[in-house]
């Protein structure tokens, strides 16, 4: 999934992040694949 792959890319686990964090990774993953 790319959203996790973004956040363990950046040394981070998906549990230390916080939902704001979540959520940017998101955006940036969903506007990589468009």
């Given at each position: 999934q790319?959203?996790e792959?973004r ?15 979540l ?6 993953v ?5």
């Amino acid at each position: 999934q790319g959203v996790e792959k973004r956040i363990k890319a950046e040394g981070k686990a998906l549990s230390d992040c916080s939902l704001d964090e979540l959520e940017e990774a998101w955006q940036q993953v969903k506007q990589d694949e468009s």
